[in-house]
């Protein structure tokens, strides 16, 4: 054999090797998977050199950006609300009624992700199309340049401008028909703005619905069920989940080594562990060999440092049952192979306990992000598919 098809060979050879992942059996076109899970690794990968470099780690992601161009069904417009960038998707043809209206926080673990990324314009013109709604897409800054609470606050000033009786007017937004939706840390921000509406005397009008899409909830608790099964699974490794969880809160490495060993919760907050305590909110299936450890805490300097990890804003999970109860119709999505399962699962329980009507749809068959993977995966359609329907019958 000579030296160019030993080359080919070796290279190809190598190729499989990187791009070869075990995925579940019931997984559906498990070598699409593949390949989309070797482009994420190869992107980790690129980002840890740029910033090795000192270049912006995610730089590569603004390839992922599309500019606002109206169809001939949607005129999409990038404005401010409150001083926060947001893309409005609204229908084109003319109602004699007040249309429902969906406000969507995009995921991206609070580092990355843009309403401005071909997924979410692409859901933002599915909404308008399936809903006849108006859509608000927004977006925040970002880690590891800004930490908790300013996401929190960028989407919370950008839903407080909207849900006034002005600006619902002159979009043509029935008040009484909007929904707050969310996935990943986008659901995570949702949850929390939606708690913090409840309480909030300036804002008269609230959203009829919330839905979070495998949010991340609580961040004291690493080492549920979901976090062990998962860690390696496509299309979040539960290191880049917990990388995610310190940037929110800070640069300082400390942070993500104590909670990689699950020890960064003080003692002195230990009565917070009640609210994601998994061996009573999880359902039977999904403890089945799983031990449920005490809590091993670490030093109360972290938490001093950096308390927004404690903080019912950052950790919907922790907010009191008098709280929860006053929440509107949820709709939470879970998936089977993803590391954040367990807390959208715990949600379901704690609120379903305390008398909210909780619409929870489980994903057998599919990692985290389904969502984002409608143009590729035959199972991502049909989510996508069921999901908007629940929004059409709902909202």
């Given amino acids: 054999m000579g030296k160019k098809p030993l080359s080919l060979l070796i290279s190809c050879a190598l190729l499989a090797y990187f791009v070869y992942t075990p995925v579940p059996e019931n997984i559906e076109q498990p070598w699409k998977v593949m390949i989309a899970w070797a482009l994420v690794r190869v992107h980790i990968q690129v980002a840890v050199l740029l910033d090795i470099l000192g270049f912006p780690p995610f730089a590569l992601l603004h390839l992922l950006e599309v500019s606002p161009i109206s169809d001939a069904n949607v005129t999409v417009t990038d404005t401010l609300f409150n001083e926060v960038p947001v893309r409005v998707f609204e229908p084109k043809q003319k109602s004699s009624t007040m249309r429902r209206a969906v406000f969507y926080i995009h995921g991206g673990g609070w580092a990355m992700g843009d309403a401005t990324w071909i997924p979410y314009d692409d859901l933002g013109r599915e909404m308008v199309n ?77 959203v009829k619905i919330q839905s979070l899409i495998y949010p991340a909830l609580q961040a004291l608790d690493v080492d549920l069920p979901s976090y062990r099964e998962n860690a390696h699974m496509p299309m979040l490794r539960k290191y880049n989940m917990v990388l995610f969880w310190s940037l929110y809160f800070t640069s300082d490495k ?95 329980s704690r609120l379903r306990a305390a008398g909210v009507q909780v619409v929870h749809e489980h994903v057998e068959d599919w990692f985290h992000g389904v969502l984002s993977f409608s143009k590729y995966f035959r199972a991502s359609r049909r989510e996508l598919n069921k999901y908007l329907k629940w929004l059409e019958e709902n909202l």
């Fill in 130 to 206: 399936k809903l006849d709604a108006v859509v608000v897409s927004t977006n925040y800054r970002r880690s590891p340049q800004y930490h908790f609470p300013t996401q929190f606050e960028d989407v919370y000033d950008a839903l407080r401008w909207f849900l006034r009786k002005k600006v619902l007017a002159e979009y043509g937004v029935d008040p009484t028909r909007i929904s707050i939706a969310g996935d990943s840390a986008g659901g995570n921000l949702a949850a929390a703005a939606t708690q913090k509406l409840l309480d909030d005397p300036a804002v008269k009008i609230k």
């Fill in 254 to 348: 400390a942070l993500k080594e104590a909670m990689l060993a699950n020890q960064h919760t003080p003692v002195e907050s230990s009565h917070l562990f009640q609210f994601v305590n998994w061996s009573t909110l999880l359902p039977e299936r999904f403890q089945k060999g799983h031990l449920y450890t005490n809590p091993i805490h670490g030093h109360s300097d972290l938490a001093k440092k950096y308390p927004g990890f404690l903080d019912v804003r950052a950790s919907p999970l922790l907010a009191d049952d008098s709280k929860l109860q006053r929440l509107p119709l949820t709709h939470i999505l879970t998936c089977q192979y993803d590391v954040l399962r367990d807390d959208g699962l715990m949600y379901v």
